[in-house]
Structure formats: structure tokens, C-alpha cells
């Protein structure tokens, strides 16, 4: 008995689209993690307006999504750009008439290693306006049009809920030696999930967040940073074996998006082959430096 529910929330033998009719935001879809999910929600059957300061790569996803029988518009921003948070919202609602799902894929730790006190003010800056500023910003301007997609149905379980997707890292729940400023706002976006999630929850609004490790993208091109040794060793780096491809984060903002997980808001899925689980950094042997790889230890 489910109370009288008509959304099939568990068809998991053979779920079928998952996302049929659902309108969708992903900033940075041009590359990685976000282009697997505008691709993945595509075949899903949402619409989707992939955004990213990338034009041809945002365009290059939204063809792929339209070539693979889906609906996607590409929409060029910067979402650091603090007037470009409002615009990109109200572009995506133009093209989309609505919006049932915002996915924040933007972020990155964007500079080499550096000791914290050699961080500079605006390098600081640059971090929050990268991994959380725009998180706040795009998020905002999206919730008007999310909570007109929620509602009573939703509690009702008529309709599907809105949700928001938020990208964080392994680094938000572990330390990450040389980007402590990056790891910070991270797990600031955790907080802001958990907090926000409590406060849209009466709209049916869900709010969870997906933290990757080790997923090929091109901010982590492993083809060049990985020497053979690495490749051998990933077998006892990464508990799963093997490295993530952006379609793993991807499956699960498909789920997160979905029906699947109605009953799911506040919290965070890892998507990371097990490496939060199986622990923290090692020192290598010259004591140089950190290293997560137990062979360095
Ligand atoms: N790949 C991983 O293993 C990993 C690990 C931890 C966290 N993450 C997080 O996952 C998310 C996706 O990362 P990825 O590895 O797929 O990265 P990626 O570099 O492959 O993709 C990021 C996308 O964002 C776009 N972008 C960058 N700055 C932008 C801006 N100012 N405005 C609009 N678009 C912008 C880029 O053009 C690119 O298309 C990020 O938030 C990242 O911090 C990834």
C-alpha cells in the first residue's frame, strides 16, 4: 500500500527514463562530470540547458544530447560572473518553460600546490567564486522557478519533485594537503545542501550533493598525469579497481534528479570507487611531500 501514490518511485528491474518531462539546468555540462550528466538526463528524457563558459564544448554537448534523440540547449556563462548567475537561470527558463532540476557542476581547486601561507587574498577570492559563490548565487536565482515546479502534488506524490544536484568533493569529508582553501568551500557546499534542503523541504524541494574522487574529466586528465606505475598500482589505490568516468557521478544525478531517491535530501552520495572509505593521505618516503598512494608511503 502506498497512500494512494501514482509516481512509480522503484521501477528498478527495468526503470526506463527516468527523467521524462523533467526540465533541466547543469552548469559546466561542456566537459567531465557535467557534459556525462547532460548526456545521461538527455537519454532520460529531460530537456536540458547545459551551461558553460566553454561556448563550442556547451554547444558540443548540447548537439550530442539532440543526436542521441534528446532535447538540449547550450548556453554560454560564466558563473563566476556575478550578474551572469540571474541570466543563465532565466535563459535556461526561457528555453525550457520551467525548471524541475539545477545541478551546480562547476569547481575546482585551480592552482598548483601552494603553501597556505603563500595563498594570496584574491587567489582566496577566486576559489569562493569558483566552488561556492556561484553555487549560492545560481541557486538562488533558480528557486523561484523550483518551487513553482514543487507544491502540493509532490507532497501528494502526483508529480515529481524539483531537486538540486550540487558538486562537491572527497576532499569535503577528507583533507586534501596544498588546497585547504579549496577543500573548505567544498565542504561548505555540504553545509549549504544540509541547510538548504531543511528550509525548501515544505515546496518538495530536494537538495543533495555528489562528492567524486579519481573521475577522469578534464580537470583530472589521467592519460597524462598518470606514468605506468600509477595505472599498475590503481587495483590498491581505488578499492573498485579502476578509475570513475564522468557517466558514474552522472548516474548517480540521475538518480538524485529522479523519483528514485523522493525520499533522499540533506545528505551526499560518494561516488569514488571507495577511496573515502578506505582512508586519508600517506607522506611519502622522502617526507617531500603527501602523497594518497600507499605505494609512496
Ligand atoms: N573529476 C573528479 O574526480 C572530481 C573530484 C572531486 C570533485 N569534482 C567536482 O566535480 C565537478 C565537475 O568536475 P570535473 O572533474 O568534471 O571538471 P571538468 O573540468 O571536466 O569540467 C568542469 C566544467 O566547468 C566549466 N567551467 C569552469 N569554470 C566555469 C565558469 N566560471 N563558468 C561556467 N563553466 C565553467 C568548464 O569549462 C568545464 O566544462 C566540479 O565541481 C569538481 O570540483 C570532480
Redesign the pocket.
Known sequence: MDGGRTVDRARTADPGPLLEGRRALV?????????GTCLAFGSHGAAVVV????GE?AERTASDVVAAGGAAWAVT????DRGAAAATVEAAVDRLGGLDVLVN?????LHPVTPFADVTDDQIAELYE??LG?VLRVTRAALPHLIAAGGPEVAAGTRPGPSIVN?????AFRGIPGHPVYAAF?AAVVQFSKSLALQVSEHGIRVNDI??????????PYERWLGEEDVARIPSWVPLGRL?E?GD?AGVAVFLASELSAFVTGTTVHCDGGTYAAGGWYRTRHGRGWTNRPHDA
Open positions: 552548469t559546466g555540462g561542456g566537459h567531465g562530470i557535467g557534459r551551461a558553460d563558459v566553454d564544448a556563462a560564466d558563473v563566476t557542476g562547476v569547481g575546482h581547486y569558483i566552488n556561484h558538486l562537491t568533493t572527497v576532499e567544498k562528492a567524486p574522487d579519481v573521475t577522469r574529466s578534464q580537470q583530472l570513475g564522468p557521478a
